[in-house]
């Protein structure tokens, strides 16, 4: 695929959006074994990502992130409603209460980590900060972090994270 390509594919999107469900699903998709694992998966990568970015505020056509949903203490709280709501929602479908909040709270964090390489940066307590400053469209992070993702799906069906860490 040419960068072109990508960069076209990818300039619509808001803040690379694309880019955040394929780098978190990839990660949830690691730590959440099984069938249900997979579909919880796609569903808090979307949800989490988008409730997120809904906190982009427009002035004067630019889009910027309010710390509503962008600070480092803000970001964690959608996150862990999500899973929170979540685990509600599947309650009789036997899945593991604390693995549903975490996978939340990793969804919300991994949205900060890729915003935070950004020109916008994040919040942190309300001041902005960033790692770096990269354009949001930039081709080649953007490339980056969908391989990562993907990357963390090979690794899945590999090296699944509950035989490194869990039971
Ligand atoms: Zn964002």
């Avoid at 998709?29 to 919880?40: D, S």
């Avoid at 709501?85 to 996978?103: D, F």
């Avoid at 400053?133 to 899945?156: D, T």
């Amino acid at each position: 695929m040419d960068s072109i390509y990508l960069q076209s594919v990818l300039s619509d999107m808001y803040m690379k959006l694309i880019t955040h469900y394929i780098f978190t699903a990839g990660l949830l998709v690691w730590m959440l074994p099984g069938y249900l694992g997979f579909l919880l998966s796609v569903w808090l990568a979307f949800s989490v990502n988008r409730l997120i970015d809904f906190g982009h505020t427009h002035k004067h056509g630019f889009s910027s992130r309010s710390w509503v949903t962008h600070d480092l203490f803000t970001a964690p709280l959608w996150g862990l409603a999500v899973g929170f709501l979540t685990y509600y929602a599947l309650q009789y479908a036997n899945v593991e209460i604390s693995l549903v909040i975490l996978a939340g709270l990793v969804s919300a964090l991994s949205h900060l980590f890729l915003d935070s390489v950004t020109e916008s940066g994040i919040f942190v307590s309300g001041k902005r900060k960033a790692l770096a400053h990269f354009s949001y469209n930039n081709p080649f992070i953007n490339a980056v972090f969908i391989v990562a993702g993907l990357l963390f799906i090979l690794i899945a069906f590999t090296y699944p994270v509950q035989t490194l860490f869990l039971v």
